[in-house]
């Protein structure tokens, strides 16, 4: 079985076992798009071009879980002194946001690790109805006039990115940063505010 006959395989395991099409490109760290082009095969349509991307090996280990944390924070606090984003030292976050779900272990750890509060985000693309609204768990820490520090996995599009940076101005937030393992989109930043991440995924045609 060819890499593609296997993910179209797990996609399509996820999809039997209950997983909405959303949830299943968190799972495999790709686009909507190709995620329906995996679930529907539609004869003819040239399949989209994407990364796909598995770090179970150290996603499945608390320990490596946690390195990989430290590491994110540095190279955002790294990047951070050495391009001196805003005006003087760098603005250290108060809250770190994790984007639902991959982003919520690792921000957990990220806040705790720095002694930082913690908050999670539920994208609108997880909400039931017509008019989804993206969401933040009334369960953890507040946002309004906190600098948060936003934590996710994968920049796939940028889509939940931009739309969880104007989540957080709008409820009187400041976001300081974004913080990626993987960066498909190879970002500086997002609606004026820094993308940073351990490693960037570039596809060469």
Known sequence: MSSL??????????????HSPSQI?????????????????????????DVHI???????????????????FRRWFNECEAHR???GEPELPTVVVGVAQSGIPL???????????????????HAPGDKPVGSMSD????????????????ITSGNTMRELVDFLRTHGAHPVGISVIFDKRALREIDDVPVCSLFKVSRID
Not at 36 to 49: D, F, I, R, S
Not at 139 to 154: H, K, P, Q, S
Request: glycine content about 6%; aromatic content about 8%; hydrophobic content about 45%.
């Open 139 to 154: 369960n953890f820490a507040t946002i309004t006039g906190e600098r948060c520090l936003i934590v996710d996995d994968v």
């Open 107 to 125: 921000a957990t750890l990220i806040a705790a690790q720095q002694d930082l509060k913690f908050t999670m985000y539920y994208p609108k693309k």
């Open 85 to 87: 984003w805003g005006s």
């Open 54 to 72: 598995d770090w179970s090996a150290v996603s499945s280990h608390a320990d490596m879980l946690s390195d990989i944390c430290g590491m994110m």
């Open 25 to 49: 490109a968190d799972e495999l760290s790709l686009s909507m798009e190709t995620i329906t082009w995996l679930l529907t095969q539609k004869k003819g349509a040239e399949a989209p071009k």
């Open 5 to 18: 006959e296997e993910l179209i395989a797990k996609a399509k395991t996820l999809q039997a076992s209950g």
